[in-house]
């Protein structure tokens, strides 16, 4: 399970906002790129022109494979079958 990342930046100012992961599950890396190039997109049309140049606003996103989380065995009680 890989999952998307995005981080809105400011070159001027040298920082960026705290990481935004998305719910989203994407099953390969090729499909999570793609749906990150067009967040960031979709996100500096929204930010606009003026924004973004104000304060030098970039995006960047990172997708990432989560691990594996395995559900604890149960014990059973009493004698073994």
């Given at each position: 399970?890989?999952?998307?990342?995005?981080?809105?930046?400011?070159?001027?100012?040298?920082?960026?906002?705290?990481p935004?992961?998305?719910?989203?599950?994407?099953?390969?890396n090729?499909?999570?790129?793609?749906?990150?190039?067009?967040?960031?997109?979709?996100?500096?049309?929204?930010?606009?022109?003026?924004?973004?140049?104000?304060?030098?606003?970039y995006?960047?996103?990172?997708?990432?494979?989560?691990p594996?989380?395995?559900?604890?065995?149960?014990?059973?009680?009493g004698?073994?079958?």
């Open positions: 399970m890989i999952k998307l990342t995005i981080f809105l930046c400011s070159l001027y100012m040298g920082t960026c906002l705290s935004h992961t998305f719910e989203d599950k994407y099953s390969d090729f499909s999570c790129m793609l749906d990150g190039y067009q967040r960031s997109y979709d996100k500096m049309v929204k930010l606009g022109a003026e924004e973004v140049n104000k304060y030098g606003l995006l960047r996103f990172v997708c990432q494979q989560q594996q989380t395995v559900e604890p065995e149960t014990k059973s009680k004698s073994p079958v």
